[in-house]
């Protein structure tokens, strides 16, 4: 991969959140990470015949695992022209036999040629300025009896107005500070198939760095960089970026959803929830 132009210290700083992410390639992944995606896939039947798009993709993490995991074909987007070259590089270098395609496409405006059976939209659709707008455009995408995999983080008490700050300045976003029940509202016209509520554990400061070191050093080897000042740049960004979703988990839980579209019941419900 070549060199980008003009990679300085000053460069990384000015990168908006998901711009940095594509260009050292951060697998930015989903709550729960293969876990998650291994239940999306037991629970929703996914398989080789299965037409996923996944959300708002930056890098490819999901659709990637999942098309190898299952042998799905399909397609994925995301803003970042960034992120969509990574997720191209992604798939050619740890997925080369998967039939997957990935753009860059605004999700409100996003169409396809055939509709899917499945969308993953994770954790992302609290990066939409209307959640509930997207929601409805991925559905307009479904199939009848299609799923929606979503992964959606809440918290179990209030956050913080220090942390919520920070949160801010370090993701160009506010964090969700919703509680879970405010967080389902947004599926309530979905049949829920699967469900389980999760915790979060905190990583260790070890744990944080060696993922750091690992990210960053395949990051400069695959731009070419050697300026340590580049690097150290970059190291401590993305150190930030960690340190940061680190110090929400206290105050966060995550479910792990598969949701139903069916025409003949949407948008009701007929089934009690627990």
Request: hydrophobic share 35%; charged share 25%.
């Amino acid at each position: 991969m070549k060199k980008e132009l003009s990679i300085t210290p000053e460069y990384i700083k000015g990168l908006s959140y998901t711009d940095f992410v594509g260009l050292i390639n951060q697998w930015n992944v989903l709550p729960g990470s293969h876990v998650t995606l291994s239940k999306w896939a037991c629970f929703s039947g996914l398989n080789k015949n299965s037409r996923l798009l996944e959300v708002a993709c930056t890098t490819g993490f999901s659709s990637r695992e999942l098309a190898l995991l299952s042998g799905c074909s399909g397609e994925g987007f995301d803003l970042s022209e960034k992120s969509i070259k990574m997720a191209v590089y992604n798939k050619e270098q740890y997925a080369p036999k998967i039939d997957f395609s990935y753009s860059v496409a605004d999700g409100y405006k996003y169409k396809s040629d055939k509709p899917f059976t499945h969308i993953a939209v994770g954790a992302s659709l609290g990066f939409f300025p209307d959640p509930a707008k997207m929601l409805e455009r991925c559905i307009s995408m479904l199939k009848d009896g299609g799923y929606i995999l979503a992964s959606p983080f809440y918290v179990t008490k209030p956050l913080p107005q220090t942390l919520m700050k920070r949160a801010q300045k370090v993701f160009n976003i506010t964090p969700t500070g919703i509680p879970y029940k405010e967080i389902m509202k947004s599926y309530n016209k979905l049949e829920v198939i699967f469900e389980e509520r999760n915790s979060l554990v905190q990583e260790t400061e070890g744990e944080l760095n060696y993922y750091c070191k690992c990210t960053i050093d395949r990051a400069c080897k695959m731009l070419d960089i050697a300026d340590e000042k580049v690097y150290e740049a970059m190291y401590k960004r993305l150190y930030e970026v960690k340190k940061m979703s680190n110090d929400l988990r206290p105050y966060q839980m995550y479910s792990v959803l598969v949701l139903r579209y069916r025409k003949a019941v949407y948008p009701n419900r007929f089934v009690e929830l627990f």
